[in-house]
């Protein structure tokens, strides 16, 4: 849930006077015009509402235009046989956007494009045979981060000849190689001593880590081959274990094993409830149980393992029933009509929890809740309330965020809601000073609680966030988003401007939307 | 006396040999693997039999050796899905019968060599089509990209009949959906329709190798 957070913004301006967008396509390298490039201008789609494509090509001496198209937010893309479009250095995809207001007429935009560059080479393994089906990357030299659109793309499957072929921008590369494992969510009895191959990312030649890599040199119009790259081998592990719990019958647990990028085939347990994941590289994996009989749904709490070394170990996940959770809202006036519900912060497979209903005495109940660990929303609070304290069993817990990885076992809930939080409001300009087309504004406690307060503005409307615990908050100010990842939210809040909320303040700050991403206050 | 038979019944990929087992031992399989146009044994080829009964746990695997050979000890009586993989071969799946007899058997694996076919793919005016969807239709899927001279390579192709057709540029070439481009400067875009190999705007007999 709060790793990818997809969000559409909706620019206000379509039926309004027409934009315009001009320019000059250019080989950078020969610094020359250039003809025959294909652009084109794709409006971010909002929901529900597409924004029409718009499309020219550039002639003799490398101009292009546009003359009429909607105000909106586009994103530019050209194509062109051989040739690569480059991108500005910008860390944010978001940032790579084109916003068009209302009689905007950009009438000089230079787009540069590259003899594309060519880098070739196989994967092999210890033994010299080729790996088929490895994922070829080339990252570039100085950056975590892509720079170019098309460096988005610099990647390619090997063949059964273990061959690849890498197109895009000339610079320097680091390039790397992965294969995912053979793994299998069955236990692969081997009594001959072999064990399933597994790898390492590997780094051309033969490095186990960036730092110990070759760079690679790709030259604009130029076939860079013989990018050879040998895969490290890594030990082959296996993670095995128990499901206890499992009810008298036919049906068998299923086990859920995932890591933080991948998932895989569950396995599922034997008579005794018995499993085993066979070729496991080292990583840290994450392991739920799941039991469904008809009406009957057992779970077992997320149990977190560590492969590192040779060992395999033992998980014991124990089913369990969903448990019920009682608890009381105490607020001034009545709570009653008020709903409580619980936003689970491990995975979850689909579970679905009824009730929260806020009673007349201020009571409510929940259920099914398994195992894991959970933040307590109130939904549809009154004007400036707040969540202001949530104890388990008369402890405080914070961010109103509960464990119950162990389960529920009767614990019970005491929100206490505040009626006067804080505010914060304000306007978005641009920083020539009009009112900023599309920007997205967050104001957050930590960066991972983004979502919590969230707002899309369109040009000239006012962001305003109520209901605040008091508390000190960061104000993010972000290009029209499409995406909102995890990486991107942690760059944004430690950029921003920090804000103190006190109960029943009522704060005004407007800010200047820049490119970069960061709010400068206007004083 | 513990012994095992070992029958295949897919017949075209297999024979069955002779050899002897230990007295004593528990149920053991084992072969040799082969590149089926050669004879030659093939080395570091995955084995695995899987049991065909449902829900199973587990599966046993074994690793062939340089001189082709592989074996698996301790396997339970019961009729196995047996495959063996390595890079640049394709095998179908055989069923292997594993019982407590007296009669020993081993099993030879035949893995057949994949083919690949390339070409190129220019347009009405003859010029090379970068980025074009190439895809092999047939026996299996494959599916490749041309680059900037038009050329493609399909590899790891099942020996066998193919259709080969060319669609324009994959959508992974295209950031967004692709949508009717509005144009005002006089030029067309233009789209290039799915094309069979050599020059044909349909399959005539439609999946033929059904």
């Given at each position: 849930m709060r790793s990818l957070a997809l969000l559409f913004?909706?620019?206000?301006?379509?039926?309004?006077?027409?934009?315009?967008?001009?320019?000059?396509?250019?080989?950078?390298?020969?610094?020359?015009?250039?003809?025959?490039?294909?652009?084109?201008?794709?409006?971010?789609?909002?929901?529900?509402?597409?924004?029409?494509?718009?499309?020219?090509?550039?002639?003799?001496?490398?101009?292009?235009?546009?003359?009429?198209?909607?105000?909106?937010?586009?994103?530019?893309?050209?194509?062109?046989?051989?040739?690569?479009?480059i991108q500005e250095d910008h860390q944010e995809p978001l940032e790579r956007r084109i916003a068009l207001r209302a009689g905007d007429a950009i009438t000089d935009r230079t787009v540069e494009m590259a003899p594309s560059a060519v880098i070739t080479g196989r994967v092999v393994d210890a033994y010299g045979?080729?790996?088929?089906?490895?994922?070829?990357?080339?990252?570039?030299?100085?950056?975590?981060?892509?720079?170019?659109?098309?460096?988005?793309?610099?990647?390619?499957?090997?063949?059964?000849?273990?061959?690849?072929?890498?197109?895009?921008?000339?610079?320097?590369?680091?390039?790397?190689?992965?294969?995912?494992?053979?793994?299998?969510?069955?236990?692969?009895?081997?009594?001959?001593?072999?064990?399933?191959?597994?790898?390492?990312?590997?780094?051309?030649?033969?490095?186990?880590?960036?730092?110990?890599a070759v760079v690679v040199e790709a030259v604009a119009g130029r076939e860079t081959t013989g990018i050879d790259i040998r895969l490290v081998r890594k030990k082959s592990l296996h993670i095995s274990g128990v499901v206890t719990g499992t009810p008298d019958g036919s049906a068998r647990a299923q086990v859920f094993l995932h890591t933080k990028s991948l998932g895989m085939p569950p396995a599922t347990?034997?008579?005794?409830?018995?499993?085993?994941?066979?070729?496991?590289?080292?990583?840290?994996?994450?392991?739920?149980?799941?039991?469904?009989?008809?009406?009957?749904?057992?779970?077992?709490?997320?149990?977190?393992?560590?492969?590192?070394?040779?060992?395999?170990?033992?998980?014991?996940?124990?089913?369990?029933?969903?448990?019920?959770?009682?608890?009381?809202?105490?607020?001034?006036?009545?709570?009653?009509?008020?709903?409580?519900?619980?936003?689970?912060l491990t995975q979850m497979q689909g579970v679905e929890m009824k009730g929260g209903e806020v009673d007349r005495t201020g009571n409510f109940n929940i259920t099914p809740v398994y195992p894991g660990r959970f933040r307590v929303r109130v939904d549809t609070m009154p004007e400036n309330a707040y969540i202001r304290t949530v104890r388990v069993d008369g402890e405080a817990v914070a961010d109103t965020a509960i464990d119950f990885t162990r389960g529920v076992k009767g614990a019970k809930l005491k929100i206490t809601v505040g009626v006067n939080g804080g505010s914060v409001e304000g306007l978005v300009s641009s920083e020539d000073g009009k009112p900023a087309c599309c920007a997205m504004v967050v104001l957050a406690e930590k960066a991972e609680y983004v979502n919590d307060h969230m707002k899309a503005v369109k040009a000239g409307e006012k962001y305003r966030f109520t209901g605040l615990r008091p508390g000190k908050y960061r104000l993010i100010v972000s290009?029209?988003?499409?995406?909102?990842?995890?990486?991107?939210?942690?760059?944004?809040?430690?950029?921003?401007?920090?804000?103190?909320?006190?109960?029943?303040?009522?704060?005004?700050r407007d800010v200047t939307f820049k490119p970069r991403g960061s709010a400068s206050e206007k004083h | 006396?513990?012994?095992?038979?070992?029958?295949?019944?897919?017949?075209?990929?297999?024979?069955?040999?002779?050899?002897?087992?230990?007295?004593?031992?528990?149920?053991?399989?084992?072969?040799?693997?082969?590149?089926?146009?050669?004879?030659?044994?093939?080395?570091?080829?995955?084995?695995?039999?899987k049991d065909l009964a449902a829900a199973v746990t587990e599966q046993y695997g074994a690793q062939s050796t340089e001189e082709g050979k592989f074996s698996v000890d301790g396997v339970k009586p019961g009729s196995y899905s047996v495959v063996g993989q390595r890079v640049g071969y394709v095998m179908p799946r055989v069923k292997v019968t594993v019982k407590v007899d007296d009669k020993p058997s081993s099993v030879?694996?035949?893995?057949?060599?994949?083919?690949?076919?390339?070409?190129?793919?220019?347009?009405?005016?003859?010029?090379?089509?970068?980025?074009?969807?190439?895809?092999?239709?047939?026996?299996?899927?494959?599916?490749?990209?041309?680059?900037e001279k038009g050329h493609f390579r399909l590899g790891g192709l099942a020996p066998g009949k193919y259709r080969i057709k060319a669609s324009h540029a994959s959508q992974f070439y295209r950031l967004y959906f692709i949508l009717p481009?509005?144009?005002?400067?006089?030029?067309?875009e233009v789209y290039n329709a799915t094309t069979y190999y050599p020059s044909a705007l349909s399959s005539s007999t439609r999946d033929w190798w059904r």
């Open positions: 913004l909706l620019c206000g301006c379509l039926s309004a006077q027409p934009a315009s967008f001009a320019g000059t396509v250019v080989d950078a390298i020969a610094q020359r015009p250039l003809a025959g490039a294909h652009i084109t201008l794709t409006g971010v789609v909002p929901f529900g509402n597409p924004i029409p494509t718009y499309g020219a090509t550039s002639g003799e001496d490398g101009h292009f235009s546009i003359p009429k198209l909607a105000p909106a937010v586009y994103s530019l893309s050209a194509q062109r046989n051989g040739f690569v479009y045979d080729p790996v088929e089906n490895a994922y070829v990357r080339a990252t570039r030299v100085g950056g975590n981060s892509p720079i170019s659109i098309v460096e988005d793309r610099m990647f390619s499957p090997t063949d059964e000849r273990g061959e690849f072929r890498i197109v895009g921008a000339p610079g320097e590369f680091y390039v790397s190689a992965t294969k995912q494992p053979g793994r299998v969510a069955l236990r692969e009895i081997r009594t001959d001593g072999s064990e399933i191959p597994v790898y390492g990312e590997t780094w051309h030649p033969e490095a186990e880590s960036r730092a110990k347990a034997d008579a005794d409830g018995r499993f085993t994941f066979s070729g496991l590289a080292p990583d840290e994996y994450q392991l739920t149980a799941r039991y469904e009989a008809g009406a009957l749904e057992l779970m077992s709490r997320t149990v977190e393992v560590r492969l590192e070394v040779a060992e395999d170990h033992s998980v014991n996940l124990e089913l369990a029933a969903g448990e019920g959770v009682s608890g009381n809202v105490e607020m001034e006036g009545t709570a009653q009509g008020l709903k409580v519900r619980l936003d689970a290009g029209p988003a499409q995406e909102f990842g995890t990486q991107t939210a942690e760059t944004l809040f430690s950029k921003a401007p920090e804000i103190e909320v006190h109960e029943g303040d009522r704060i005004t | 006396m513990r012994n095992i038979r070992v029958t295949l019944l897919v017949a075209a990929l297999c024979c069955e040999a002779s050899g002897q087992t230990a007295p004593g031992q528990a149920p053991h399989v084992e072969g040799v693997v082969v590149d089926s146009l050669t004879g030659v044994p093939l080395p570091r080829v995955r084995v695995t039999l030879q694996l035949q893995l057949v060599p994949v083919g690949g076919i390339s070409g190129r793919i220019t347009d009405s005016d003859g010029e090379p089509v970068e980025h074009a969807s190439v895809t092999a239709e047939g026996l299996t899927r494959r599916e490749s990209t041309t680059d481009e509005i144009r005002s400067d006089g030029r067309r």
